[in-house]
């Protein structure tokens, strides 16, 4: 116990309080810097700041410490950036579960050989709680890499954000039909503006920042008042969803693109119509001179437009494929557009002439925006990453990794430092593009790992991919052994043998394989389901396995003649998983209707429902001993359930959805694999001995 925690405990809750909340701020102000940097390395304090007086007030305490010329002489504004940046990486789940503060700053730290750092981090594994899951190594993100911060509010995919002129403030728009006012600062959400009644696509500022406009599928766009967060005007005209808004620089004028292939130029202050311009058009922004405007266009083709006269000017074209998005230079000369052709052109606005093509992304381009100096550009993409660009030289410059799903959207803050994306994960981020610090690569699967299995021996574990393959690899040293292919879509589950010679994948093709691990070739393929085969497990004896499918349904098969048993019913949506007792005599399976469900194998009757994740439930594995059953699931997190109660009895998060986990011979070790490629070894301490 340190001396900071023993003193604590010797206060009334009161006086406990007033500490926490005062003391770092009353050491910077007496200048106590060495006692204010001793403060702010102790888990004893960060972890009682947290709890009593939440997230937000914790990660300010470090900024206090930024002006000490004595701190920053010694090297220690270093160390207390460093683990300020862990806080806030991990700040969207610590506001909801406090009890992840230990694993989360332990994975984050680990690797820092620091003093106080692994000081930190031995203290955060000494108070860890039991029962839970700890890892074996570093599996989450570190402090400095990726973004600065997550976002989470909105229940559905965000389609696009925005930053206010005064860098402090952001707007994102969802499918759920809302936009969220936030502040970057703080990462708190500070309004949610509702009236739309369809996804809202679309929101620019007013140059005041005082006012936005919003689009959405249901055909209107609405004009916002930001600080009251209060509807002023509703614009009606488009006869089909409003895909787009942008607002002149005077602030007097917007114009909306639709899918009934029209532009609509508006009076801001009316909300009067004042011009329709006949185009398919997908994106517009206006010029920064406000006389010009460029859409871009399903056709392949973006055009420029007189905006007084609504007059085309000229068409751009050399895209292969729909273009998605386009963003014009502060100088106006330059525009810079992203197409589903998975590139970006840097276009000529006067000659209308192709400057260069931006290759990277190995998916459709989806957003573009430029940075105030002119001189970089970020674009978001279908393959979940963003890239930043050097405009002038025309190159890749970063690769930002972190969403977990199509980063949908992207803006830059007027500093033009800060970089916010919004994604299909139903998260925004907060970047920081001023390092210039490359991001690790991540080797093995090219795609999101969804499955993997532990052989019998302990030695050799086999992993699925949405690449399509499947990879052995030696559980000692890490390192790939073969590669399995003859799948023809993304290849969701493996489960070996008890006998460890053969293992079985399922498959999106609708299939399942059976494969010699020995020398890795195909033995048989089993069809039936009548949709993708998510999942699939082998009961201890090998004579039987089973499998889970989108059909909702589990099917039970014969080893040997590949024939079909028994089909199980009872899940209200796809089955993503399922697993089978170490006695053989029940089932577990997993899904998308949130829950986990026990099965009778002999008679294929659902036993019982287990209820607790707030998404889609992607895997579950059971302990040896049969007592204790782990799942995975979108909602971030891992779940311990104690099979003999029925309840859940521990639970970790993590920065992305888990996709898959298994449970070694050991009983006590757990292997996860998540949407951001990552394989995590966790240790399972508290229960079944471990």
Known sequence: MSKFKERLGKLSSKKRLYALETLPGHLAESVQWERLHQLLTDFDFIEAKLDAVGVQALIEDYDLARVSDVLLAQGQTGTLKLIQEAIRKSAHVLEWDKTQLAVHLWSRLVNFEIAEIQGIVEQAK??????????????????????????????NLVTAVVILPDGLTAISTSWDSTLKIWDTHSGRELKTLTGHTNSVTAVAIAPDGLTAISASKDKTLKIWDIESGRELKTLTGHTNSVTAVAIAPDGKTAISASDDNTLKIWDTDSGKELRTLNGQTNEVVIAPDGETAISTLDDNTLKIWDTDSGKELRTLTGHTDSVTAVAIAPDGKTAISASDDNTLKIWDTDSGKELKTLTGHTNSVTAVAIAPDGLTAISASGDDTLKIWDIYSRREL????????????????????????????????IWDTDSRKELRTLTGHTSSVNAVAIAPDGLTAISASHDETLKMWDMYSGREHKTLTGHTSSVNAVA??????????????????????????????????????????????????????????????DMYSGRELKTLTSHTSGVSAVAIAPDGKTAISASWDKTLKI???????????????????????????????ISA?????????????????ASLSGDGGFDCCTIAPDGVTVVAGDRLGRVHFLRLEGVSGG
């Open 633 to 649: 699931s979108d909602d971030n997190t891992l779940k311990v359930w104690d099979l003999l109660t029925d309840k859940e009895v």
């Open 398 to 429: 970063k690769t930002l990794t972190d969403h977990t799903n199509s980063v949908t959207a992207v803006a830059i803050a007027p500093d033009g430092l800060t970089v916010i994306s919004a994604s299909d994960d139903q998260t925004l981020k």
């Open 496 to 557: 070996i043998a008890p006998d460890g010679l053969t293992a079985i994948s399922a498959s999106w093709d609708n299939t399942l394989k059976i494969w010699d691990i020995y020398s890795g070739r195909e033995l048989k393929t089993l069809t039936g389901h009548n949709f993708w085969v998510n999942a699939v497990a082998i009961s201890p004896d090998g004579k039987t396995a089973i499998s889970a499918s989108w059909d909702k349904t589990l099917k039970i098969w």
């Open 126 to 155: 000494e108070s860890r709680n039991s029962p839970c899951l700890w890892p074996l190594k570093a599996n989450l993100e570190r402090a400095n890499e990726g973004c600065l911060r997550t976002l989470i509010g909105h229940t």
């Open 599 to 629: 099965w009778d194998m002999y008679s294929g009757r659902e036993l019982k429902t287990l209820a607790g994740h707030t998404s889609s439930v992607n895997a579950v594995a059971i302990a040896p001993d049969g007592k204790t059953a």
